[in-house]
């Protein structure tokens, strides 16, 4: 019971933090971290460890695949010379960095340590990033490439961190052994989670059953991850792409409804996972202080802004260059032009880590030189970062003017789509309109799907917004009217709580379509 009474606790205190962050207009992430370390001082809170197996092999896979799921995997082909020069090119610079400032500082840090420190704090986190970017209006190429390399950079590091662990005790590093180590490795990977991918859609189109759909990608996710984990082999890059087979055949493969239910269903389990991991993280503050006794607190404030400097310099020395060079090839700059000066520097300042790093560090063997230290830098150097970068990140992006501006209605991209959508309806409904049988209802229909032309034609060109508005805010009023004389009919015995339930959620879907086409999509509104 202390264990089910202390995570009911901390969801509770997730939920106060998350509308803490909501009226400061912070991303929560960074709320959470400070908050799970205020906890951490409160008389009689209970000492929690965090298990870096448990984090790694429970929150990282369905987080992970949430995320691959989503991807716009097109973009992220479009975009994968800088995804991996952010992704192998960052972390490698990066790690080096730190490896050789960490070494200089403390010279009785021995050079496997070093590296050790510098692949665990290098990698930007996929959590940390989603969490921060998720409230931000940013361009649409900036979110693919930041997310892109939160989600693969983890492997490249792996490389580097099993490399040192390996080397403690060994006259020399084997640099050629790893860098030979890690196409394999990530080929293994890919195999494994398409492999698993493949299975779980053989599955899906046999279950017809939304809740067993739903809990079948869960079980995805842990199995891909547990697998390539199992043969030692990258998990990350595995649920990436056990997510990014599932993401593509969802459309396909899922009915409407399970898609609805999944999208809610992984929704709550993302809020609640993501929360509890960045609370874990500042209550591990308690624990990794205690271990620091023999230390001076000024020495180690220093040697953690110190690195902490350095980790954040390191990306802007590696970003800029990387846009640069590659586009001094005529090819590529006809291709792909330099973006503006503006988005370099927004790339090089979303740079957040989070819980594997974490993890990684608290995953050191017991006997590892310095593992102590190494815990405490790299529990700082995610403080410094989520919450330096995490709470000027949105100021940044607003004081260069990379902001996106907020739209009173759709974008004209998807005004076009919706509008070839109904054209297509329309011509397939006026094509019936001759049918012996059905051609006489087919004629009746024909009002109401040309009306619905009409909306849309009116919403991509901007020529009629008043009578737009109008049209969307009368349908809205009659919806909202049937809704409450369902209500009634129910409360008056009329229909059945179950019949009610079904009715009143194609309803909700309708509402949301047309409050989505007013550009008007709070609860309140």
Same mark, same amino acid.
Request: charged letters at 20%; glycine letters at 6%.
């Given at each position: 019971?202390?264990?089910?009474?202390?995570?009911?606790?901390?969801?509770?205190?997730?939920?106060?933090?998350?509308?803490?962050?909501?009226?400061?207009?912070?991303?929560?992430?960074?709320?959470?971290? !400070?908050?799970?370390? &205020?906890?951490?001082?409160v008389?009689? =809170?209970? #000492?929690?460890? *965090?298990? +870096?197996? %448990?984090v /790694? @092999?429970?929150?990282?896979?369905?987080? !992970?695949?949430?995320s &691959?799921?989503?991807?716009?995997?097109? =973009?992220? #082909?479009?975009? *994968?010379? +800088?995804? %991996?020069? /952010? @992704?192998?090119?960052?972390?490698?610079?990066?790690?080096?960095?730190?490896?050789?400032t960490?070494?200089?500082?403390?010279?009785?840090?021995?050079?496997?340590?070093?590296?050790?420190?510098?692949?665990?704090?290098?990698?930007?986190?996929?959590?940390?990033?989603?969490?921060?970017?998720?409230?931000?209006?940013?361009?649409?190429?900036?979110?693919?490439?930041l997310?892109?390399?939160?989600l693969?950079?983890?492997?490249?590091?792996?490389?580097?961190?099993?490399?040192?662990?390996?080397?403690?005790?060994?006259?020399?590093?084997?640099?050629?052994?790893?860098?030979?180590?890690?196409?394999?490795?990530?080929?293994?990977?890919?195999?494994?989670?398409?492999?698993?991918?493949?299975?779980?859609?053989?599955?899906?189109?046999?279950?017809r059953?939304?809740?067993?759909?739903?809990?079948?990608?869960?079980?995805?996710?842990?199995?891909?991850?547990?697998?390539?984990?199992?043969?030692?082999?990258s998990?990350?890059?595995?649920?990436?792409?056990?997510?990014?087979?599932?993401?593509?055949?969802?459309?396909?493969?899922?009915?409407?409804?399970?898609?609805?239910?999944a999208?809610?269903?992984?929704?709550?389990?993302e809020?609640?996972?993501?929360?509890?991991?960045?609370?874990?993280?500042g209550?591990?503050?308690?624990?990794?202080?205690?271990?620091?006794?023999?230390?001076?607190?000024?020495?180690?404030?220093?040697?953690?802004?110190?690195?902490?400097?350095?980790?954040?310099?390191?990306?802007?020395?590696?970003?800029?260059?990387?846009?640069?060079?590659?586009?001094?090839?005529?090819?590529?700059?006809?291709?792909?032009?330099?973006?503006?000066?503006?988005?370099?520097?927004?790339?090089?300042?979303?740079?957040?880590?989070?819980?594997?790093?974490?993890?990684?560090?608290?995953?050191?063997?017991?006997?590892?030189?310095?593992?102590?230290?190494?815990?405490?830098?790299?529990?700082?150097?995610?403080?410094?970062?989520?919450?330096?970068?995490?709470?000027?990140?949105?100021?940044?992006?607003?004081?260069?003017?990379?902001?996106?501006?907020?739209?009173?209605?759709?974008?004209?991209?998807?005004?076009?789509?919706?509008?070839?959508?109904?054209?297509?309806?329309?011509?397939?409904?006026?094509?019936?309109?001759?049918?012996?049988?059905?051609?006489a209802?087919?004629r009746?229909?024909?009002?109401?799907?040309?009306?619905?032309?009409?909306?849309?034609?009116?919403?991509?060109?901007?020529?009629?917004?008043a009578?737009?508005?109008?049209?969307?805010?009368?349908?809205?009023?009659?919806?909202?009217?049937?809704?409450?004389?369902?209500?009634?009919?129910?409360?008056?015995?009329?229909?059945?709580?179950?019949?009610?339930?079904?009715?009143?959620?194609?309803?909700?879907?309708?509402?949301?379509?047309?409050?989505?086409?007013?550009?008007?999509?709070?609860?309140?509104?």
């Amino acid at each position: 019971m202390a264990i089910v009474q202390a995570l009911l606790a901390l969801i509770a205190a997730c939920v106060g933090f998350a509308l803490l962050a909501r009226r400061l207009r912070l991303p929560y992430a960074v709320i959470l971290v !400070l908050g799970g370390m &205020a906890l951490a001082f409160v008389p009689g =809170a209970p #000492h929690v460890e *965090l298990d +870096p197996e %448990l984090v /790694l @092999a429970f929150f990282l896979p369905p987080l !992970l695949q949430a995320s &691959a799921w989503r991807t716009d995997w097109r =973009a992220f #082909h479009s975009n *994968l010379r +800088p995804i %991996l020069l /952010l @992704a192998i090119g960052a972390v490698a610079f990066s790690a080096a960095c730190i490896a050789v400032t960490a070494r200089w500082l403390v010279p009785s840090l021995p050079w496997s340590a070093a590296i050790a420190l510098g692949a665990i704090v290098a990698p930007p986190d996929a959590m940390a990033a989603s969490a921060v970017l998720e409230r931000l209006r940013l361009p649409r190429r900036i979110v693919t490439v930041l997310e892109g390399e939160s989600l693969i950079n983890d492997a490249s590091a792996l490389v580097l961190y099993r490399l040192a662990v390996a080397a403690v005790g060994a006259e020399s590093i084997a640099f050629g052994e790893a860098v030979a180590s890690f196409v394999p490795l990530a080929m293994g990977s890919i195999a494994i989670g398409y492999a698993v991918g493949r299975a779980t859609l053989f599955a899906l189109r046999r279950l017809r059953d939304p809740l067993l759909e739903v809990l079948a990608s869960f079980l995805a996710c842990f199995a891909s991850f547990l697998t390539a984990d199992a043969l030692e082999l990258s998990g990350v890059i595995a649920v990436v792409t056990t997510g990014c087979v599932l993401g593509r055949a969802q459309h396909t493969v899922l009915s409407p409804r399970t898609r609805i239910e999944a999208g809610a269903v992984w929704e709550f389990a993302e809020f609640v996972l993501n929360s509890l991991v960045f609370i874990l993280i500042g209550l591990q503050l308690n624990a990794i202080l205690d271990r620091l006794d023999g230390h001076r607190p000024w020495e180690l404030v220093g040697l953690a802004l110190a690195l902490s400097l350095v980790l954040i310099v390191s990306r802007f020395v590696w970003v800029f260059p990387a846009a640069w060079l590659p586009r001094q090839i005529p090819a590529v700059r006809q291709r792909d032009p330099m973006p503006p000066w503006s988005h370099v520097v927004i790339i090089s300042w979303a740079g957040m880590r989070g819980v594997v790093s974490l993890a990684a560090a608290l995953a050191l063997p017991l006997d590892f030189p310095q593992r102590d230290l190494i815990v405490f830098l790299a529990f700082c150097a995610i403080l410094a970062t989520l919450v330096v970068q995490g709470t000027t990140l949105e100021w940044l992006i607003r004081r260069l003017g990379v902001e996106e501006a907020q739209r009173g209605s759709v974008e004209p991209e998807e005004a076009e789509a919706r509008r070839l959508i109904a054209a297509a309806m329309l011509e397939a409904l006026e094509d019936r309109t001759t049918d012996p049988l059905e051609g006489a209802i087919a004629r009746d229909l024909l009002a109401e799907f040309r009306d619905n032309v009409r909306v849309l034609d009116g919403l991509g060109s901007g020529a009629t917004a008043a009578e737009l508005s109008a049209r969307l805010r009368l349908r809205l009023a009659a919806l909202r009217a049937g809704r409450a004389r369902l209500l009634d009919h129910h409360d008056g015995g009329g229909v059945h709580q179950e019949l009610l339930t079904r009715i009143e959620q194609e309803l909700d879907l309708e509402e949301l379509r047309l409050r989505r086409l007013l550009g008007v999509e709070t609860a309140l509104a």
